[in-house]
């Protein structure tokens, strides 16, 4: 069944921050602003319409495998949050996934002008943790950031993912969206890593 789950965690410091299934008629606006940028190229939508990608996440939202989540700070849109099943998605060519795998790209807002925002990513991928983990009860988060995204590489590794192996994403090629062929560097975070106390391995 599509996920339901929602989320709300505060965090020392930073804000308030939310996890929502994200509707494709209400945030189509920001999100079609985020995944244009040619930062977001491996998202596939560069060239795409509001309205086409509008139509990418109403068909998303009728999967089972495949999820999209609007991530806010205080309010205010921070970050699209999509997870999938790794089993029914290319990375899971590239490894041998396990029962309880949970797959997470993340796409944060674009910085301000000034570009500044520590604690930034950090805050948001221990929500994100809490989330996947604990509220949809996963095993093992697996990312897929490009091999040369070391900035992104070293953010997950700070944050207790374990480094995994490079790999190469096959490319795909549908009507709507294009995925060109991805190196990547794989990393994941187990339950017991992430949150020891709730497991009972402190």
């Not at 950090?122 to 949809?136: I, K, M, R, W």
């Not at 590794?157 to 969206?177: H, K, S, T, Y």
Request: proline letters at 8%.
């Amino acid at each position: 069944m599509p996920e339901t789950a929602r989320h709300e965690q505060r965090i020392p410091d930073y804000g308030t921050v939310a996890i929502r299934p994200l509707d494709p008629t209400t945030d189509s606006r920001v999100i079609h602003a985020w995944v244009s940028q040619e930062r977001a190229a491996f998202w596939g939508m560069t060239n795409l319409t509001e309205a086409q990608v509008a139509e990418i996440y109403a068909h998303m939202a009728t999967l089972d495998t495949h999820h999209a989540h609007l991530v806010t700070k205080d309010g205010e849109p921070a970050a699209l949050l999509q997870t999938y099943d790794p089993a029914a998605d290319r990375v899971g060519e590239c490894y041998e996934v396990r029962p309880g795998d949970i797959g997470v790209h993340l796409l944060l807002a674009p910085a301000a002008p000034n570009g500044h925002r520590p604690g930034w990513t950090s805050a948001l991928l221990t929500a994100v943790a809490e989330y996947v983990l604990l509220v949809l009860e996963r095993d093992r988060v697996v990312v897929d950031p490009d091999v040369r995204n070391t900035k992104a590489i070293t953010r997950f590794e700070r944050q207790g993912f374990a480094p995994g192996p490079e790999v190469v994403l096959p490319e795909i090629d549908l009507p709507d969206v294009y995925l060109p062929e991805k190196r990547a560097r794989l990393a994941f975070l187990t339950r017991e890593t992430a949150f020891p106390e709730a497991t009972g391995t402190v």
